[in-house]
């Protein structure tokens, strides 16, 4: 009996060891990378913004950052905030709003920005930030097609079967065998109808 | 083990036991990954790091690990491993992090690392176990680099940005898809085990 228990403690102590061992490096390289990883968070999510309202972004980090600055007015001074009024790059073309907006996907959260013209509410362009979608399936949201078929159209979104690649106006295709992952984005894209439609009535910009 | 069986186990892990096309593990990631020449050279480099690392850390400790809980350990350090490539892609390479989205993380649960660590690391010296690991990454890696070249230049007509087929070319979009590898890959075996490994046929009676 002793010597179970001696047994035990002795991989008890052994495995906690390791575990203090191995925590420590892994946590030693977060902190001293946090910073790092945190401005390539903030650069992707400029870049999107540039993306979703149609500016072209210069592929040096710097000069997207700078473009970002001087195109970009921030709502609250806040990048979480979630959104963006992009002006436009010539006095002729109307400015674009570009929300951050938030969906429940299947394995977790769907971080997606959303291009709009605030006063027609016509739609520009879809980037995803972020999501833990299975690969192959819900992760397809990722695609070209899938985030370039809301341009131009207003919503509030119907999904269609996958192919259908329907021109009406409030209908995007889903994506086989990810109804989940299709509903959210649709839910997001139908928040931001919402939320324009709600700054319309407010008069903000 | 000496020197020289050091060298035999390095050539055996390139060619005659290949953990790709001899034992057929680490498949998921080797369709998964194998449509951009440079995600795949990314995902290699990674896992000759882990599975290197892996084999001299578990060998290192193989005396001391309780026999109980030896694959919680090499679960444990091999994990740690893997977590802290994915935190070094994200902080320096943070596009291809993103590209290769779960499957960094999934080399946790490659077949190869698991098994080398079981069946070297934790009955040889740390030299020869270091060796087995470098070799079975490098046989892993040659694998996917050769599938990739295929895959990226009959899918895109480029590698790594630089075009390489004539102006006329059409896309093969099979290959950068799920299929592509799959195809690749069973061609790879075919053209391996059926013509370079065949053994020599038995005569008479």
């Known amino acids: 009996m002793n010597k179970r228990v001696k047994e035990i403690a002795g991989a008890v102590g052994f495995m906690g060891l390791l575990s203090l061992v191995s925590i420590s490096g892994v946590a030693a390289l977060h902190l001293a990378t946090a910073e790092r990883v945190a401005r390539n968070a903030d650069l992707f999510l400029q870049r999107a913004v540039l993306e979703a309202a149609g500016v072209a972004v210069p592929d040096a980090p710097a000069a997207a950052a700078e473009l970002f600055r001087r195109e970009v007015a921030v709502e609250d001074g806040s990048i979480a905030s979630g959104r963006f009024v992009v002006r436009a790059p010539d006095a002729a073309a109307r400015r674009t709003v570009v929300y951050r907006r938030r969906g429940r996907g299947l394995w977790g959260v769907i971080d997606a920005v959303v291009a709009v013209d605030p006063d027609a509410g016509v739609f520009g362009q879809l980037r995803i930030l972020g999501h833990n979608e299975t690969p192959g399936l819900g992760a397809r949201i990722e695609e070209a097609w899938f985030q370039r078929q809301i341009a131009g159209k207003t919503g509030p979104f119907a999904l269609k079967p996958e192919g259908t690649r329907s021109e009406a106006p409030t209908e995007i295709d889903a994506i086989t065998g990810a109804t989940l992952s299709s509903a959210a984005v649709r839910d997001i894209l139908n928040a931001v109808v919402r939320n324009t439609a709600e700054a319309k009535e407010a008069g903000s910009p | ?205």
């Open chain 2, 1 to 205: 083990m000496t020197a020289k069986t050091n060298w035999t186990r390095f050539k055996e892990n390139l060619g005659t036991q290949n953990p790709v096309f001899v034992q057929v593990l680490g498949i998921c990631s080797t369709l998964a990954v194998t449509n951009v020449v440079r995600n795949t050279l990314v995902m290699c480099l990674g896992l000759v790091f882990v599975t290197a690392l892996s084999n001299l850390t578990l060998s290192l400790l193989r005396n001391r690990i309780p026999s109980r809980i030896r694959m919680m350990v090499e679960v444990l350090v091999i994990a740690c491993l893997v977590i802290l490539v994915d935190i070094f892609l994200k902080a320096f390479h943070p596009d291809i992090s993103r590209q290769l989205g779960p499957y960094v993380g999934l080399i946790i649960t490659n077949c190869i690392i698991m098994g080398r660590a079981e069946a070297v690391a934790l009955t040889h010296p740390p030299l020869a176990s270091f060796v087995d690991g470098v070799s079975s990454g490098i046989g892993y890696a040659y694998v996917l680099l050769a599938i990739a070249v295929v895959r990226e230049l009959l899918g895109t007509g480029e590698i790594w940005g630089v075009r390489l087929l004539w102006p006329g070319w059409v896309n093969w979009s099979v290959m950068v898809m799920a299929p592509g590898g799959f195809f690749v890959l069973a061609v790879f075996i075919w053209v391996v085990k059926g013509g370079l490994m065949r053994p020599p046929e038995k005569t008479g009676g």
